[in-house]
């Protein structure tokens, strides 16, 4: 049989069939009342985790699918389609930002307590690396943990962390020796109940449904195991996983992207001006192409960088070109539907209207476009080339 597409197969078909409809039937619908409520319910991870979607990735001795990555990048796309940049954002933090950590470097006993429960959406995972005074200049974090015994003592603050009002633990980025700059940073996991955190719920222009707290850490105690992997090597497990990071946000932001195109047609399609339906217009059907064709060369590369990445190759070039160029694309793209949307667009019952403010911080989140700059910059410009953290650390 002819295959239609390189790296999908029928069995990714259909799953891409069952996740839309779960999409469309259980989300779509929510979308005011969580947008407005500016929460997720804890009841909805806990409906994904029964149909398996939070565990796709992972090994099933931890109840996870053990599916190949080409399942993840579908259910990326289609989680994309809810036109809710918080939830997608809510979603894939936890599952491909947060607890990837633990997976991949994690103890058992910690993939027990915390992967095992998150895979199951019993409890809800945060990713704590940014902080009020540094976000794109990791080394620079203040958060510090020292030993006491067999506990870290926590102290410092993170912010414009997702899942942070209302998720259960954190896995954190703390400074374990912080004289040694990138080599003294350690990951940990931290429930987020825990006395000494307070967190304080940001408002934000969009990911209305995402929360979004700044946690302040007050001689937080935390048992030492539970450090993910070694100590010290948090700032390496963090360079490594940031290529998955920034391949997720790029394949969500080529999905947002299609989905802003597609309301923009039927709208084409149905409104007139001038007594001709306002697609008729050349102005607007050469705009389309455009677009359309701008969407559809960001979703090639992006499916070839994945492809390197399910080849094992250390892909930081390409992954940094994929955020940079799919983050700002989005942001062209929806600007651009939203103009033939004319006045409506500016109108909050318009979905259009809610992507223009969740497309704004794609370029930013996540490592902005001029981080991303930076190191397309070093690649290309100062021939630095980047080894796995498994095998080693940057050359
Ligand atoms: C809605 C939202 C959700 C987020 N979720 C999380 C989360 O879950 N967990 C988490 O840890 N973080 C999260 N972040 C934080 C995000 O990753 C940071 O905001 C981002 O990395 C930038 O850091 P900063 O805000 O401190 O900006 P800064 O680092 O202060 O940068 C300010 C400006 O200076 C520019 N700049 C900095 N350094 C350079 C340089 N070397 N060359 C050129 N320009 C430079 C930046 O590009 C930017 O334009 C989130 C942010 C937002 C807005």
């Not at 203040?142 to 896995?171: H, M, P, Q």
């Not at 990911?207 to 030492?224: G, K, N």
């Amino acid at each position: 049989m002819k295959r239609s597409s390189l790296y999908f197969t029928e069995d990714h078909a259909l799953f891409r069939q069952s996740v839309r409809q779960f999409i469309d039937q259980e989300i779509v619908p929510q979308t005011e009342e969580w947008e407005t409520k500016r929460r997720i319910p804890h009841s909805i991870f806990r409906r994904m985790g029964d149909l398996g979607y939070l565990g796709l990735p992972f090994s099933e001795e931890y109840g996870g699918a053990g599916a190949d990555f080409w399942f993840s990048v579908v259910f990326l796309e289609e989680l994309a389609r809810c036109g809710m940049g918080g939830f997608a954002t809510a979603v894939s933090v936890h599952e491909y930002m947060a607890i990837n950590h633990i997976a991949k470097a994690g103890s058992t006993d910690l993939k027990q307590r915390y992967l095992v429960p998150a895979i199951k959406g019993e409890k809800i995972a945060a990713l704590g690396i940014t902080e009020p005074d540094t976000g794109s200049d990791v080394s620079a974090i203040r958060t510090s943990a020292r030993l006491d015994g067999d506990e870290y003592v926590i102290s410092g603050a993170k912010t414009f962390i997702s899942n942070g009002t209302y998720g259960d633990f954190i896995t954190l980025a703390v400074k374990t020796k912080p004289e040694a700059g990138t080599n003294g940073i350690s990951l940990m996991v931290v429930d987020l109940e825990s006395a000494g955190i307070s967190r304080t719920k940001l408002n934000k222009m969009g990911w209305h449904s995402s929360d979004t707290a700044e946690i302040r850490f007050d001689e937080v105690r935390v048992p030492a195991t539970n450090l993910i992997g070694m100590q010290h090597m948090g700032f390496y497990y963090l360079m490594e996983s940031l290529q998955l990071e920034r391949l997720v946000a790029a394949v969500m932001a080529v999905s947002g992207a299609e989905l802003a195109l597609e309301w923009t047609l039927n709208y084409l399609h149905e409104r007139e001006a001038f007594g001709r339906k306002i697609g008729m217009f050349q102005a607007i059907r050469h705009k389309i192409a455009d677009v359309a064709t701008e969407i559809e060369v960001a979703r090639q590369f992006v499916y070839h960088t994945c492809w390197l990445f399910t080849q094992g190759e250390v892909v930081v070039k390409e992954c940094s070109m994929a955020k940079l160029h799919t983050s700002e694309m989005q942001k062209r793209v929806v600007d651009t539907c939203l103009q033939f949307f004319g006045g409506y667009g500016y109108i909050e019952d318009y979905p259009i209207c809610r992507a223009y403010r969740d497309a704004r911080v794609g370029t930013i989140a996540g490592g902005t476009s001029e981080i991303m700059r930076e190191i397309i910059a070093k690649v290309v410009m100062d021939a630095v080339t980047y080894k796995g953290v498994y095998e080693g650390r940057k050359e």
